[in-house]
């Protein structure tokens, strides 16, 4: 297949962003509300929160990290203001420094260390100007998009997602894997039931081994839990719709992946080493799951849903796939694509067609339904417990 | 008395793999004739029973124990003879899983 240019912002580790973002985040929830009045008084920075960045244990604190620097390190990140505490695990240095060869232009703010709220919005202003001036002179220039990385994730699933909406990204997910690009599919309790179409794709034997492993793993997290996932999946609901048996449901969900072998299993939010397609240790939590494969690369991501979902992320786009058109016409500015018009008669390839062509777009500036309506959820996955 | 032309199985449900031996209704079909395409030309098929928008009929009849396919790869198992044209859900299908 022939290559595809496109233009974006050329980072020093090689990558280049399709946005140009600057972020300012908090290193720990306890500097969550400076982070947000930082925002409110610049509108042009995209602001990140969350719960997590002390008290963690073990593999937490190592995922946490990496969540957290991998978003920052994410090529649609052009430079970086972090907003740390002081006396966190996950401190600015520890941040930052994971950084350094990005060529990012990366300032760090401890509260401890400046005191007043006064002071610290008056320095986080400072750095900003500093960061902004830094991010405005980064010039586009073309990109083939071999180097792009491309998250698949399903929401809100419905009867039709496995039948419209999966299988025409499932084209897209092919095509992108020809052109040399990579493609990662998440949501490894989605894959419970799949588990033969899956070990036909992956023709490395460890890695065969490691995927199936982590699948049944999750059925046995689900059983610790009291739960029982093969038989509370599909959900009555889900029947009563005309699913019928959990291979169904998975088969459904992971045809979003397309027909390409498996290349690599990703640890949560860490970034695929491999081309073609990978598989990303994420859960079914539709806001975890993409903040995961953002923080681990990826430039942007297709979402499919069928009973519709705003979720989106602070620094990727996320291109919005209804299943149904009932659905597409009830929450038209939250989705970006109908694959609900596949019922009407239009070909699974021609709405494949049409995804790939709005990716492009999407690449080259268009704004996305959760773009436009600053869908900006961020949640890490956790492991275990704090204390 | 009009004849209604049977309309083609192709535009109203979908098969997602040439392995598939069910296809999902995309819209609810009604009892009747349907033209069905095939590698040996076009045939017709016999839906005996209403089948909602969702849920899936046979393609072909399948012997109780044999696999379901769709998507390409098996779904469960039959628990029951089913005809051609059928539908296939909880009732006689069960996961092999």
Redesign the interface.
């Known amino acids: 297949m022939s290559s595809v240019k496109l233009k974006g912002y050329r980072r020093s580790d090689g990558l280049f962003g399709i946005r140009n973002h600057v972020v300012v985040m908090s290193t720990v929830s306890c500097a969550n509300s400076v982070v947000e009045q930082i925002a409110k008084i610049d509108a042009d920075i995209i602001p990140i929160t969350h719960q997590h960045g002390c008290t963690h244990l073990g593999g937490d604190r190592e995922q946490v990290l990496r969540t957290l620097s991998g978003t920052c390190d994410n090529p649609n990140v052009g430079g970086v203001l972090l907003i740390g505490l002081g006396c966190e695990t996950a401190n600015v240095r520890r941040i930052a420094s994971r950084l350094d060869r990005t060529g990012k232009m990366v300032e760090t703010l401890v509260i401890q260390e400046i005191g007043e709220l006064r002071k610290i919005l008056d320095a986080a202003h400072e750095s900003l100007r500093r960061i902004k001036t830094f991010v405005s002179k980064q010039e586009r220039s073309d990109f083939d998009l071999c180097s792009l990385t491309v998250g698949l994730e399903c929401g809100g699933s419905d009867p039709f997602s496995g039948i419209t909406a999966n299988p025409a990204v499932g084209l897209v997910s092919d095509k992108l894997v020809d052109l040399g690009a990579t493609v990662v599919l998440s949501e490894i309790p989605e894959m419970i039931g799949a588990e033969e179409c899956l070990k036909s794709r992956i023709p490395d034997e460890v890695v065969r081994q490691k995927l199936l492993g982590r699948i049944s793993e999750y059925v046995q997290m689900a059983k610790d839990a009291g739960g029982d996932m093969r038989g509370a999946n599909p959900a009555a609901g889900n029947i009563k719709a005309g699913l019928s048996t959990i291979e169904e449901k998975s088969l459904g969900c992971i045809i979003k992946g397309g027909h390409s072998d498996i290349n690599e299993l990703v640890e949560y939010a860490a970034r695929p080493m491999r081309k073609g397609l990978v598989v990303m240790d994420t859960p079914g939590n539709d806001p975890e799951s993409v903040t995961g494969m953002v923080a681990g690369g990826a430039h942007l991501v297709l979402f499919t849903t069928g009973v519709g979902t705003p979720v989106g992320n602070p620094v990727a786009p996320v291109v919005k796939i209804s299943s149904n058109t009932k659905m597409y016409q009830r929450m038209s500015d939250f989705i970006d694509i109908d694959a609900g018009k596949v019922v009407g008669g239009t070909p699974v390839k021609d709405v494949a067609n049409e995804i790939f062509d709005f990716l492009l777009d999407v690449c080259c500036g268009r704004q996305t339904a959760t773009e436009v309506n600053n869908c900006r959820e961020f949640a890490i996955n956790r492991i275990g417990p704090d204390f | 008395m009009v004849m209604e032309q049977p309309e083609n199985l192709a ?1 109203c449900a ?1 098969t ?1 793999s040439d392995r598939d031996n069910v296809a ?4 609810d079909l009604s009892a009747g004739d349907y033209v069905l395409d095939s590698d040996a030309g076009q045939a017709m098929i016999t839906v005996p029973e209403d089948i ?5 009929l046979a393609l072909s009849d399948i012997g109780n124990g044999d696999p379901i396919y ?7 198992l039959a628990t029951e003879d089913i005809r051609k044209g059928c539908c ?3 009732h006689n ?5």
């Open positions: 535009e979908v997602l999902t209704a995309l819209v909602k928008a969702g849920f899936k769709k998507y390409g790869y098996v779904i469960g296939v859900h909880v299908l069960l996961s092999a899983v």
